[in-house]
Structure formats: C-alpha cells, structure tokens
C-alpha cells in the first residue's frame, strides 16, 4: 500500500503534522495505519493541539482503504491463474469432497458458514490432520478451538502402522507440521499474518515441505468487535484483512480456510455474519448445520466460482 509521503499531492490533508503525528507511532504507510489499534491512535490524536487535522487524516486513510479494490485482470490473465490454482487439497471428509471435486482450492479463500455446534471447527481440524500429512498447516485459533486430541484421533482412524513405534513416528512428523497461534483481536492477526507472508517469501523457491495451508477458526470473532464500534473503521479493517487473506492465498499458492458465524436474519432465518461487505471477499462459502440429536451433518454450497449454489451432501465426522 502507498507511504503516506506519496499521498500529499492527491490529498492535502497527509501534510508534515499529520505524518509526524503517525511517525511517530511508528506508522510511515497505509498497512502501517492498519496494524496499529486504532482506538489508542485516536486517543493520541484527541491529547494534540492539532487533534481535528489528525481526526481528519485518520479518516482519509480509512476512507482510502474502504475503497480499495483488486486490480483488473484481462482473459489470458485469468486463465493462466485457473490453471496455477487448480490443485485441491481433500479436506478428508468425503461428503465434503465429493461436493467440492476433491477438496479445498489452493490459492483462494474458502469460508465455513454455520451456528454453533455445526462442525465448523471439526472440518477444520480434520482438514488441518490431512493436509499436514505433507504439508505445514498454521492455525489460527482465535476461541481455544485447537485441540490436537481431537487431530490425533482422526489420525489414528486413517493409519495402521505396522507397530506402536511406527505410529508414534507419525503422529509426532504430523503434529509437528501443524503450528497453532493464539489471536485475540485483530490487531494480533494483522501481526501473526505479516510475519507469514515474510515466511512464504523465503519459503517460495525452496525446496522440502512447505506450508500450505492456513486456518483462521474464527474470522468472525475478530472482526464483529470492530464493526460493532465505529463502521467507518469496521469496515476498513474488514476489508483489509480479507486482501491480505486473499493475498496470500493467491501469490503464494496457499489454501486459507476461514470460519464465520450465523447471525438472526429476516422470518427469524439465520444468515452469515459480517454483512454484505464481506460476502463477496471468500471465493466459496460453505454453509455447515447438524442434524438435531445425531452425528449427521450437511454442507450446501452458497458461493463458489465453478458450482451452482445451492447443491448438498451430508458427511459424518
């Protein structure tokens, strides 16, 4: 994103105070606005004799972001990115992957939609255990959903090694492939996801096992807060994290799998969470609910770039 130095010609109101007041604070760029808590900066802003002009740029910057888009691409561009990105990875659950064709698609955004109670962590899990057969998985675990109890016994369903030993050698190559940080806000995950996309530029080009997937359980969690608080903000830092999650799945071939929430909607339905700003971010959503008293789950398809919304299956965990 642009320095703020770069932005004074177009708006005015990036002049010397305004970017002192932010170098101060260690911000010299739009991502750097970003990742800082926004909350405290205000604060900051209100304690200084030019608080209305630093209000006023911290605005600019929001309203800049709020209308961020991604870049125009022509045919040939988006045919030669179908065909980096075809590659699936099952996610282990066969209902799920025979809906999907084989699984989750590297290098786009794939969000789970469901009440409490749903599967959603489940899937995650399960996905996480298949994937990190081979792979470095990073979950990002935002409620203290990560259970490696639960990834071991969907290990120990799929394997029969010869002898205990053998099966201990496995579960400890699998877990070690799998590294879970805690996030509490999103502050904390702008951090966690900067600190990976300097990882994935060292990692690109390199040889033996590579992170390919990342989990966030749940984006919804960390956003809600901020929306709930002040729109204009919300929604900046809501469309910021959905780039960079895109981003990365995108430039460095990675499969993001994110979970969202239901909330009340319309005839007392529920609906996702986060709004209409945010459905058009995840290239799929699935939507995830359990059958009442059984083990039985559904997934039907509300978005996705190749399948008509609206096709089922049922799955067992």
């Known amino acids: 994103m642009a320095r703020l130095a770069n932005l004074e010609t177009e ?22 606005f970003l990742i800082h ?72 955004l794939t969000e789970l939609v469901g009440p409490s109670s749903s599967g959603k ?12 057969r081979n792979h470095i998985v990073l979950y990002l675990d935002t409620g203290n959903s990560f259970s490696p109890q639960r990834i071991a016994y969907f290990l120990g369903k799929t394997i029969n090694p010869s002898s205990t030993q053998a099966k201990n ?6 877990m070690s492939n799998i590294s879970c940080h805690s996030v509490f806000d ?56 959905g780039y960079l999650l895109k981003k990365l799945a995108h430039q460095h071939n990675l499969a993001v799998l994110i979970i969202n929430h239901t909330v009340g909607g319309e005839g007392g339905s529920s609906k996702p969470a986060l709004g209409d700003s945010w459905k058009c971010i995840p290239h799929s959503r699935l939507f ?18 190749s399948m008509a919304s609206g096709k089922a299956a049922r799955f067992v965990i």
């Open 169 to 174: 050698q496995f579960l400890q190559k699998v």
């Open 121 to 132: 962590t489940q899937v995650c899990l399960r996905t996480a255990s298949n994937v990190a």
């Open 288 to 305: 995830l609910s359990c059958d009442r008293g059984s083990n039985n789950y559904n997934v039907s398809i509300l978005r996705h770039p």
């Open 37 to 108: 808590d926004l909350y405290m900066l205000a604060a900051f802003a209100e304690q200084n004799n030019s608080s209305e002009r630093l209000k006023e740029g911290i605005a600019q910057v929001l309203s800049i972001i709020d209308d961020m888009h991604q870049p125009w691409l022509n045919g040939m561009e988006l045919l030669e990115d179908a065909k980096r990105n075809k590659h699936v990875f099952p996610t282990g659950i066969q209902g799920i992957d025979l809906l999907l064709g084989g699984g989750i698609r590297v290098g786009q």
């Open 186 to 241: 999103i502050f904390a995950m702008f951090d966690v996801l900067h600190q990976l996309e300097s990882y994935l530029r060292f990692q690109d080009g390199r040889g033996g096992c590579q992170m390919r997937l990342l989990i966030v359980d749940s984006i919804s969690s960390l956003i809600s807060p901020v929306l709930g608080s002040s729109s204009t903000q919300g929604r900046a830092l809501m469309t910021s994290a």
């Open 11 to 32: 708006y005015p109101v990036f002049d010397s105070t305004v970017r002192n007041f932010c170098a101060s604070h260690g911000i010299f760029s739009v991502e750097d």
